[in-house]
């Protein structure tokens, strides 16, 4: 998909059909990714991704309209909050602005998710964010975005995984690279 600024931020492969929620991440993923790139108003994009980009581009053929809406609008509302998140499981003196724009665009909505959307399961989260970098990114990104939301996740719904952060052994290589310094799930 090629946007406003020339840059194409479509993902490499399509999704499989009949996942309303992985489409209306992606989604989101890209409208975030929009607004940061454009300067584009919330209003704005999400208009363009309801009433054009869900009837006419095919990736976004069966999108959860209300989750993208809420995933979206949800970090627009409590970006702050998220990106302090996100800054804390980074590796010191690493800054979620030296992060590629759609790489942080992945992170802010999965942290969104995994600190607002209970009803979604933490695990559930992780690995549909995990699979949305690999359609962005052939290198050890999808590495830090599951090395980060599990950080998260662990820290947020401990309840979920049985046990407390901790971890075995010291961050991957990718999480070392991109500023996390956890261990991958």
């Known amino acids: 998909m090629d946007l406003d600024d020339g840059h194409d931020a479509g993902p490499k492969a399509d999704l499989p059909a009949g996942q309303p929620r992985t489409r209306a991440r992606l989604a989101a993923v890209q409208a975030l990714y929009q607004m940061e790139m454009t300067q584009r108003d919330l209003s704005l994009v999400l208009q363009e991704f309801l009433g054009r980009r869900f ?21 627009a509302r409590g970006q702050a909050k998220i990106d302090l998140e996100i800054a804390a499981h980074l590796a010191s003196g690493w800054k979620l602005s030296r992060i590629d724009s759609i790489l942080r665009a992945i992170l802010r909505s999965g942290v969104y998710e995994l600190t607002d959307r209970n009803d979604v399961p933490a695990r559930a989260v992780i690995n549909e964010y995990v699979e949305i970098a690999k359609d962005f990114f ?15 996740a662990r820290a947020k719904r401990s309840r979920e995984f049985g046990r407390k952060s901790g971890g075995k052994g ?13 261990s991958e799930n």
């Not at 975005?145 to 998260?152: C, E, I, Q, W």
């Open 170 to 182: 010291g961050p991957t290589k990718a999480a070392t690279r991109f500023g996390d310094d956890s």
């Open 55 to 75: 009837e006419t581009v095919e990736i976004y053929a069966g999108a959860d309209r209300s989750f993208f809406r809420d995933i979206v609008e949800g970090i």
């Open 138 to 152: 052939g290198g050890e990104e999808p590495g830090v975005v599951n090395g980060v939301l599990d950080r998260v």
